[in-house]
């Protein structure tokens, strides 16, 4: 079952706003470290359809906003699911003992640039081992639009080392990526945005990348999208489709810009919403 670490071997690790930056949880024998790249004041103008009554009954005034990436070892690999924009992140893997070199694997629940600005600097590879892997629609997105040059650029360098998958659907038997993680499709943050399933014997955690910005409203108002979401329609119908399943199944859960320690359970919380129930 998953059980719960210490926070990162008592090491004083702390960022900008005074909060820990690590934060370790196990997930059967998966150690799973999430890594906070930055810490910065929320922005409740990116709420669509969110009143100012709304926002005054759930946000508290000076709410945060967190960038995370998620660190997996185990099964004699290290994976790291987003990059963030290669800071912080960096410098606490390496006080784990985890160099760039080190890193077998990059995960990418999408192709936004807090999540992917860790890959590349100058058109070189910061991971000069690892096998980068991208939903198919996602790279398709970015690449055919060119919305966003940097999002291209920065799968560039690691050329056929780029690995590309048909994120699955929520419940269904799934091949895996990698040894216990499966790729799960939760469109509508982006169109090939993706969530990962770690499973270790009963073991397991979902790691949902961008399905939810500010938690304080979106737990109990799962239908309020944000402006960064590609298609907002589609985004709440992913993030209530996964709250439910998690919550039914008692599945914890991870993600990017929750709060640390940004992993914990969902349980329904009545009018349709859920409560956030944060590991210890
Ligand atoms: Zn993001």
Redesign the pocket.
């Known amino acids: 079952m998953n059980k719960l670490l210490v926070l990162f071997m008592g090491m004083a690790a702390v960022n900008g706003f005074g909060a820990e930056s690590v934060f370790s949880y196990k997930v059967g024998n998966f150690e799973v470290y999430m890594l906070v790249e930055n810490t910065s004041p929320g922005r409740d103008q990116i709420l669509i359809g969110a009143d100012e009554a709304l926002k005054r009954r759930y946000l508290p005034r000076d709410f945060l906003s967190e ?1 995370n990436t998620f660190l997996l070892r185990g099964a004699g690999r290290n994976v790291l699911v987003d990059t963030g924009f290669g800071g912080a992140v960096f410098e606490s893997m390496k006080k784990l003992g985890v160099n760039p070199a080190d890193v077998d694997a990059v995960l990418l629940t ?1 192709m ?1 640039g ?2 992917i600005g860790g890959l590349a600097r100058d058109g070189k590879a910061l991971f000069p081992k690892a096998l980068v892997y991208v939903a198919e629609q996602e790279r398709e997105y970015w690449t055919r639009t060119q919305v966003n040059r940097g999002a291209v650029a920065a799968l560039a360098p690691y050329g056929n080392r780029v690995r590309t998958f048909r994120p699955g659907a929520l419940g269904a038997a799934l091949e895996e990526l990698l040894p216990g993680i499966t790729a799960i499709a939760a469109f509508g943050h982006t169109p090939g945005h993706t969530v990962f399933l770690v499973q270790n014997g009963d073991a397991k955690l979902l790691i949902w ?2 399905l939810m ?1 500010v938690q304080d409203l979106q737990f109990p108002r799962p239908d309020i999208s944000v402006s ?1 979401d590609t298609d907002p329609a589609m985004a709440a119908e992913s993030r209530k489709k996964i709250l439910e399943y998690a919550a039914r199944n008692k599945i914890p859960v991870a993600g ?2 929750l709060l640390f320690p940004a992993i914990g359970t969902v349980s329904p919380g009545g009018e349709g919403g859920y409560r956030w129930s944060p590991a210890e």
């Open positions: 960038v999408h936004h807090d999540h990348g961008d910005h960064y990017m810009h």
